[in-house]
């Protein structure tokens, strides 16, 4: 056995008799010393074909009972006992025996990733400055939210591959320049489990754009400083203990760390260098630029969008807060990113995770309310900048674009809305929400009977009106339809569906119809194509619409009745669409005004019931419960005049939608609040219900009178003792009211 496995036999031995008159290859005839050598072999040749690769295999066409039946003894089962057949079973080749018994051997087969893969020259990563040079743990949700409230957190920092030691040191100093001193050194650290470790490199190499990325892969960058350079109470914070989760019990056993004495770190554990260093010097060198260089950062991406990493390890920082579980998908890898900086080999599951999320969050605001998404867009109004507009009521439309067309506007700036009347006297008021809201009320109302407008009063199209473009008023229209949506007004509802398809989807979409034709002539003439049933009636009824039809595009022979189907179209399309393109394109650009335009073709179901009317008359149910009433002190004498009161209140509020409908009901809203109809994005503040009483304002005759406080949206109530005598002091106030404040 020893010469068939592992060593090469002459040619010439094969098929040669020996001393024994047999075959060499056959091992039959063998003596028994021979036999039992042989035997006694076995084991060795076993523990030889396990240790080395090298099996002898004999030439093609020779065969080797001997090593059959040796492999058949050594492989051989002991409790295995095959049936008997009547039939003869042809055995196993060898290869087929070696390969079965010896398969285990090979190393299982790997998934390779593949060869070809992209190269990117940057790479982002977040970088934490941390506070004072004893920072020795990693950091958690009170101190990541109290470093990165005092800019001390870059949030998907861009890094160049190419950068070496010095440049990636100058770049990262640059952008903590008003917080890190010139004399300030500066130690780069990683996280390993819940403790900051210095990174080791070979001596040589360097922390160069190329070794941030292999190293730190998506770990955070930690930046310690030679110094303290902020102030941070660590009690606060749970550095010194952490939660620590095991694998297997899932039971929670909070561990003590030491703090260990800065001092004792050697200079030669970490990344320090200095204002001579390049990319030769030793890594207990020091650095101290004084010039910046050009470079590339995404600084101003959200803190909320980083690359969200995974771990082996399951510590978590005890804090004082408590995360509610939710199926959000969100909350979940906001969750895993508040844990101890994750770590993972794998960039694509990051990038994966990323995109995940991405995806996620697009997904939600598709099916998010629009109040959700009014009050997104609201977030960008600055409370500390301010456009003022002198606005007539009588000249409601001049006066809101004057006040757009001015160069100081800002979109994002509160409004600030002064009336005044017809003779010109500046009315008392000031801004709070309450002119506000009237104003963009009325701007609503100008816009719809605006000869920029045509067609019925709640379906209405783009008209063509000259000097209307000329004067870019269909951008300002536009423009004031943003502005009313964001900044708390009224919805426009009174577009057709056609024009709000086109403003979602594109105007190629569009699908008019016959009453989206303002005009009777034309809308009778098309009409009576339509209608045509036979073909000399076709005929007929373009004959009339010669000069429109040429003008239109639409002038074509006409060979059969069912050709009118196409015309009808054309001529829609070019009545309500093609002939309206310009204006409609500066329309759409008015509505790009602080975003609207992009959610609204993001979320257009959403958006629909603003643009288009629906039928969603206030109720005596709606108003009652959109008005909280505010009662006096339980037990006095304000209180048990106060309670006489509510019933008259809410008995007006249904014999009003009784009496006169919804009508009224919005009247008396729009006394209260300035609005007729509740804005999309909600009352700030919410109505109210306040009392009125006598020796509060010392005069009878203004506590018998409603009063209406629109910037606090707030109607005080005159108290009665007769039911007759409060709805007839209210109708009149409501009746002889067109501004706010007093009746």
């Not at 640059?174 to 210095?198: H, W, Y």
């Not at 930046?223 to 902020?230: D, E, F, T, Y």
């Not at 620590?244 to 800065?262: I, Y």
């Not at 998010?368 to 007539?392: G, H, M, P, W, Y």
Request: a negative charge.
């Amino acid at each position: 056995m020893r010469d068939v496995i592992g060593k090469r036999r002459p040619p010439n031995t094969y098929g040669t008799p020996n001393t024994y008159g047999t075959d060499t290859t056959t091992g039959d005839n063998l003596p028994a010393a021979e036999k039992q050598q042989d035997n006694g072999s076995i084991v060795d040749s076993t523990r030889q074909v396990a240790s080395t690769k090298a099996v002898y295999v004999p030439p093609p066409g020779v065969t080797s009972p001997r090593v059959d039946g040796e492999i058949a003894t050594l492989f051989r089962q002991a409790n295995s006992t095959q049936p008997s057949s009547s039939r003869p079973q042809q055995p196993p080749s060898t290869r087929q025996r070696v390969r079965q018994n010896f398969n285990s051997w090979a190393s299982g087969s790997r998934r390779r990733r593949p060869t070809s893969v992209e190269y990117h020259d940057h790479f982002n990563k977040d970088v934490i400055l941390l506070p004072d040079p004893t920072w020795e743990f990693v950091c958690k949700q009170k101190s990541k939210q109290f470093l990165h409230a005092n800019g001390h957190i870059l949030s998907a920092f861009e890094f160049h591959k190419s950068w070496n030691q010095l440049t990636l040191f100058r770049q990262i100093r640059d952008e903590f320049k008003p917080r890190i001193p010139e004399e300030v050194s500066l130690q780069f650290l990683m996280a390993c489990g819940n403790k900051l470790v210095t990174p080791k490199l070979k001596e040589g190499q360097e922390f160069d754009g190329h070794m941030i990325h292999k190293v730190f892969r998506s770990k955070a960058l930690y930046v310690k400083p030679s110094v303290a350079i902020l102030g941070y109470n660590s009690d606060t914070e749970d550095q010194s203990c952490a939660i620590q989760e095991g694998p297997s019990t899932r039971s929670k056993s909070r561990a003590t760390h030491p703090r260990e004495d800065s001092s004792e770190e050697g200079h030669s554990d970490g990344l320090i260098l200095d204002e001579t260093a390049t990319s030769s010097l030793p890594l207990n060198s020091y650095l101290h630029t004084t010039s910046s260089l050009p470079h590339t950062t995404n600084s101003s991406f959200s803190s909320s969008v980083v690359p969200v990493t995974t771990s082996v390890t399951s510590s978590v920082t005890a804090s004082s807060s408590t995360i509610a579980p939710t199926s959000d998908y969100s909350s979940y890898v906001t969750l895993m990113r508040d844990v101890s900086d994750l770590s993972s080999d794998d960039e694509d599951l990051n990038r994966a995770i990323q995109a995940s999320l991405q995806t996620e969050q697009a997904q939600a605001t598709e099916h998010a309310s629009v109040q959700e998404i009014l009050s997104e867009l609201a977030d960008k109004i600055s409370a500390n900048s301010r456009c003022k507009f002198n606005i007539n009521r009588s000249a409601v439309l001049d006066g809101a674009f004057r006040s757009f067309n001015r160069a100081t506007y800002d979109p994002n700036a509160t409004m600030n809305i002064k009336f005044s009347d017809d003779l010109g006297r500046n009315e008392e008021a000031v801004d709070l929400g309450g002119p506000r809201r009237e104003f963009l009320r009325l701007l609503m109302e100008a816009l719809m009977m605006s000869s920029m407008f045509e067609g019925s009063e709640y379906s209405q199209n783009l008209a063509l009106d000259i000097p209307a473009h000329r004067e870019d008023r269909y951008f300002l229209a536009g423009r004031a339809i943003a502005v009313s949506l964001v900044h708390g007004g009224p919805p426009p509802s009174f577009l057709s569906t056609t024009l709000f398809d086109c403003l979602a989807a594109g105007s190629h979409t569009a699908k008019p119809v016959l009453k989206d034709i303002a005009d009777t002539d034309i809308y009778n003439q098309v009409k009576r194509v339509s209608e045509s049933s036979k073909y000399e009636d076709l005929i007929a009824a373009t004959q009339q619409m010669q000069d429109y039809l040429a003008n239109a595009g639409c002038l074509r022979p006409l060979k059969r009745v069912q050709e009118k189907e196409q015309l009808v179209h054309d001529i829609l399309m070019f009545q309500v669409v093609h002939r309206v393109e310009a204006p409609f394109q500066r329309f759409q650009e008015g509505l790009k005004t602080l975003g609207v335009l992009g959610k609204l073709q993001k979320s257009p179901d959403s958006f629909r019931p603003l643009f288009c009317h629906q039928q969603s008359a206030l109720t005596a149910e709606i108003m009652e419960d959109l008005f909280p009433i505010h009662l006096s002190a339980q037990g006095s004498n304000k209180r048990r005049a106060e309670e006489m009161v509510v019933p008259y209140w809410r008995d007006y509020l249904i014999d009003a939608e009784d009496q006169e409908g919804p009508s009224k009901l919005e009247q008396i809203l729009a006394f209260a609040t300035g609005a007729t109809v509740i804005p999309p994005i909600g009352f700030q503040p919410m109505p109210s219900i306040d009392f009125l009483h006598e020796e509060e304002y010392g005069d009878s005759a203004v506590s018998n009178l409603p009063l209406a406080n629109t910037c606090i949206n707030c109607l005080k109530l005159p108290l009665h003792s007769s039911y007759s005598v409060f709805k007839a002091k209210l109708d009149f106030a409501f009746a002889n009211t067109h501004g706010f404040g007093r009746a």
